[in-house]
């Protein structure tokens, strides 16, 4: 059987497991022993808003996956990408690195019109229906274009960084961008809220009192140095909570959503602070990042023995491998193959999820407050809080809300 043809029927199959996977995301897990543990923490009602926020949009949701599936299915498997690719190097006089650029905006613009709709029906209409979002339309104008102006600018400067690798080093580049994507994303740890933060959001420093104090001696406890706390005003976007940590070394902050200070006791956000410390003191970040570049590597030894085959049995209108017009293909692969990894990626996340949570007990030796926030947060997230078990395993990068609960349950303290 030609590679053409393989392709595109794995392709084929990708498209109709991923619809599959949004079906059983819509009914579910209706089994009585998961309904009988979770009333336990739960009511009824709780069970069916979440049920009514995930399932809302459904059909939305597959036509988003549709088109998207639909661009790349064209841009790889017809000669568009090849005509796109002439016209603007001929408009560029043959400057590769401002054809390369024209082409990644040319791209980026078809994906984001093409997208718009459903964004604004996702990320305006339907967040203000169930009371999360608080931005008025001019306020969702101007994040969506920050995010897809931020968006352009990191995946230009990516574009033209693997066009100069494929280009440059025809030999070696299979060893150059893995170990480029490895320091992209330890310098984007610790420059993401030095430039992109200040972009979306105000933050400052928090405020004395109880709550930091707690939060210091939670740090001492688990003997992490940290630079400074800081308040991010999410309550101007929406009602959503959230607590990270970013950095390295001396350079550690823990930024805290003014959402999560508002709407938890400081007890349980400093159970939300022990969970992300516990992602620092497992090294769950930088096992992440070393983890993607092995996968990267053994990706681009899997693309380079595709795209040899596939130009050297013209099976696919191909330049060379550092041409625009090829990467199409290229994303096709790495796609085909992340619906392959993606399962093994989120047990693994799952686990890591599930040390960070046990972290977060250690420290805090106060599973009421640990429950109390899963309880809280899935309430006021409308989180589904009976998913089915094969969503879970597949798509799910944390255990679900009754999973984490069990677990505080079970621990016995120090």
Not at 105 to 125: D, N, T
Not at 234 to 241: D, M, N, P
Not at 357 to 379: C, H
Request: net charge neutral; hydrophobic share 45%; aromatic share 16%.
């Amino acid at each position: 059987m030609k590679l053409r043809k393989i392709i595109l029927i794995v392709f084929a199959l990708q498209i109709l497991f991923t619809l599959g996977m949004k079906i059983l995301s819509y009914t579910g897990d209706d089994s009585t022993e998961l309904k009988s543990r979770t009333l336990k923490y739960f009511t009824t009602d709780d069970i069916e808003k979440g049920i009514e926020y995930g399932r809302r949009g459904f059909f939305a949701r597959i036509a988003s996956q549709v088109i998207d599936f639909l661009i790349l299915g064209i841009f790889a498997f017809t000669s568009l990408a090849i005509r796109i690719e002439e016209y603007l190097e001929a408009k560029s006089k043959s400057r590769y690195y401002l054809m390369v650029a024209l082409f990644f905006i040319s791209f980026s613009i078809i994906e984001f019109i093409a997208s718009l709709p459903l964004q604004y029906y996702f990320g305006f209409v339907l967040e203000h229906k169930f009371g999360f979002s608080k931005m008025t339309f001019v306020d969702w104008v101007i994040y969506t274009a920050k995010s897809a102006l931020v968006g352009l600018g990191f995946g230009m400067l990516i574009a033209l960084g693997a066009a100069f690798i494929l280009k440059t080093f025809e030999k070696t580049w299979k060893y150059l961008i893995p170990t480029g994507s490895l320091v992209l994303g330890l310098v984007f740890s610790i420059l993401y809220p030095i430039i992109i933060t200040p972009i979306f959001y105000d933050y400052k420093p928090i405020e004395e009192g109880s709550l930091k104090t707690k939060i210091v001696n939670l740090c001492d406890h688990a003997k992490i140095k940290v630079e400074n706390v800081y308040v991010i005003n999410e309550s101007k976007y929406s009602g959503h909570t959230n607590a990270y940590f970013t950095g390295w070394g001396d350079n550690r902050k823990i930024f805290l959503y003014d959402t999560l200070i508002k709407n938890h006791t400081e007890e349980e956000v400093i159970s939300v602070l022990g969970h992300e410390i516990g992602h620092w003191t497992h090294n769950h970040e930088l096992t992440f990042l070393v983890g993607n570049t092995i996968e990267m590597f053994l990706l681009c030894l899997l693309i380079g023995y595709i795209f040899q085959v596939a130009k050297a049995n013209s099976e696919f209108t191909l330049k060379e491998i550092y041409s625009p017009s090829s990467w199409p293909l290229l994303f096709l692969i790495i796609s085909i193959a992340g619906t392959i990894t993606n399962p093994f990626w989120n047990t693994f996340s799952r686990y890591q999820e599930a040390q960070a949570d046990m972290e977060a007990l250690v420290l805090t030796n106060d599973k009421k407050s640990f429950i109390d926030t899963e309880i809280k947060m899935a309430k006021d997230n409308k989180s589904r809080l009976n998913p089915h078990p094969w969503v879970v395993f597949y798509s799910y990068s944390h255990p679900k809300t009754i999973d984490r609960i069990k677990m505080a349950e079970e621990f016995s303290g120090q």
